[in-house]
């Protein structure tokens, strides 16, 4: 019942972790609270939001939108194209782990960020963020930036 040395030492090392960052924010806190204009809480405030606001544009690839985003553009191209019925959106099926590639003309709707297909009489919700590519005639006619 009573711990190894290994495991001892494992606990001290996280518990050295949290304490260190404890510290760490302490110091922050603390020291950058206590920076001249920064002791007025409404500059302090001001500050922030203007830190924030500017965040959101040098960082807008990691916004949670960005696949909503993505399924628009997908549905847009996939609406726009003259032939349609030649379309066809390859995912990445993460049951079978490999890509799949369905009929645009089996699309019935963009909901939220999932494309919905009709195929043998049952739905298919495909996340945009999974989608790998559009083809024409087997052909790649647009990937997405991100892709992988």
């Given amino acids: 019942m009573f ?5 001892l030492k494992k606990y001290f090392w996280h518990l050295f972790g949290v304490i260190g960052i ?3 924010w302490t110091g922050m806190w603390d020291g950058v609270g206590n920076l001249g204009p920064l002791k007025n809480s409404l500059v302090s405030l001001g500050i922030g939001l203007v830190m924030l606001t500017l965040s959101s544009f040098i960082f807008k690839e990691v916004t949670p939108l960005e696949d909503a985003k993505l399924g628009e553009i997908i549905y847009q191209k996939i609406s726009q194209h003259p ?9 990445h099926d993460k ?6 590639t369905l009929a645009v003309h089996n699309l019935k709707r963009l909901e939220k960020d999932f494309f919905v297909f009709i195929k ?5 919700f495909i996340p945009a963020n999974k989608v790998k590519e ?12 991100a892709s992988s």
């Avoid at 711990?3 to 495991?7: E, G, I, P, Q, S």
């Fill in 83 to 91: 032939a349609k019925h030649e379309l066809g959106l390859t995912y």
């Fill in 120 to 124: 043998e009489g049952k739905e298919i």
């Fill in 22 to 24: 404890v510290f760490f």
């Fill in 134 to 145: 559009l083809t024409h005639n087997g052909q790649t006619h647009w990937k997405p930036e």
């Fill in 95 to 100: 049951g079978i782990n490999k890509p799949m």
């Fill in 3 to 7: 711990l190894h040395t290994d495991k």
